[in-house]
């Protein structure tokens, strides 16, 4: 004898997702908040800087002789060796890093991948103390011994190299994450097209990876540009106006933590300019965001 059932398909309440739904909302508000907390701070103190009668945008933006304390606001030698490091680290980890993602992603077998990965997570484990004298007392004299004594032993090359070796494995990490998500039909399809290893690897598994490498490369520059204890170490102790890689100069985050380690009564020009370089730094990681999306969504390949 048949007997008809019926199914009850309304969705019933689960407690426990809704509290996981909450709790993941709450992280998302709590995060959003945080920064708009920081941008608040900053701002704020920023203004006691930019209040000071003595202080315009046109010294701050116009001029290139940063110190505060004898009337000097010029901005730029600090921005410029923050991002000429910055753009030294990028050139130094993104090939690397990318080319280490390929391989092990395409090219590698499980035993040489369960080799190599916990080499590149020692890497990312070093502390970055450790990688500022390592650029100060192997990577300058490198650089000497090649370039000759137009190396200073403070400069900003050995600095923005050691500091793409640091960010390497993030960059590797991710990159390989992006390219392993790709799905395997448009591996398959290439090679019944006939085309290479390589050329699957390089046509067709990358562009379709790139908004991942995009996020990586987001977040390796926005490391390498408020990094501080390499910079701090074998850049420079002095804001220098120069684009020469080989000559000593000093970073925003550098110049931060070498006058904040001193005694600055508050309230003071040189206390409120540690804000106003802050709050400056926030600006450039936020502008080479921005620029580094538009460029992934510009040129990122979409499959449907």
């Known amino acids: 004898m048949n007997q008809s059932r019926s199914f009850d398909l309304t969705k019933k309440p689960r407690p426990g997702e809704s509290i996981i739904q909450s709790l993941l909302f709450l992280a998302g508000v709590l995060s959003i908040f945080t920064t708009l907390a920081i941008v608040y701070e900053l701002g704020k103190e920023a203004w006691l800087f930019f209040g000071n009668p003595d202080v ?25 060796s923050t991002l000429i490091t910055s753009l030294i680290a990028m050139f130094v980890s993104l090939p690397l890093g990318l080319s280490a993602a390929i391989y092990l992603s395409e090219y590698a077998s499980p035993r040489a991948r369960s080799a190599l990965k916990p080499v590149l997570e020692i890497l990312a484990g070093i502390p970055t103390v450790v990688y500022g004298y390592f650029a100060l007392l192997f990577m300058t004299p490198l650089l000497q011994s090649i370039f000759g004594e137009k190396v200073e032993v403070y400069n900003m090359a050995s600095a923005g190299i050691v500091m793409g070796i ?98 600055l009564s508050y309230n003071s020009i040189d206390y409120n300019s540690l804000f106003a370089i802050a709050l400056m730094l926030f600006l450039v990681t936020l502008v080479l965001n921005l620029v580094s999306q538009w ?5 990122r390949e979409r499959y449907e």
């Open 166 to 263: 640091m960010i390497l494995p993030l960059i590797s990490s991710m990159s390989e994450d992006a390219l392993s998500a790709v799905p395997r039909v448009l591996r398959e399809g290439a090679y019944a097209m006939g085309a290479t290893k390589f050329e699957t690897s390089v046509q067709i598994v990358l562009p379709a990876a790139l908004s991942g490498i995009g996020a990586a490369f987001i977040i390796g520059i926005s490391r390498a540009v408020g990094e501080t204890m390499i910079v701090a170490i074998a850049a420079g102790s002095g804001p220098n106006f120069t684009f020469n890689p080989f000559k000593a100069a000093e970073t925003m985050t550098g110049h931060i933590a070498r006058i904040s380690g001193g005694d």
């Open 56 to 80: 315009t945008f046109a010294k701050f933006f116009g001029t290139t002789t940063w110190q505060p304390g004898i009337g000097h606001f010029g901005i730029w030698p600090l921005v410029t």
């Open 295 to 299: 460029v992934v969504n510009r040129f």
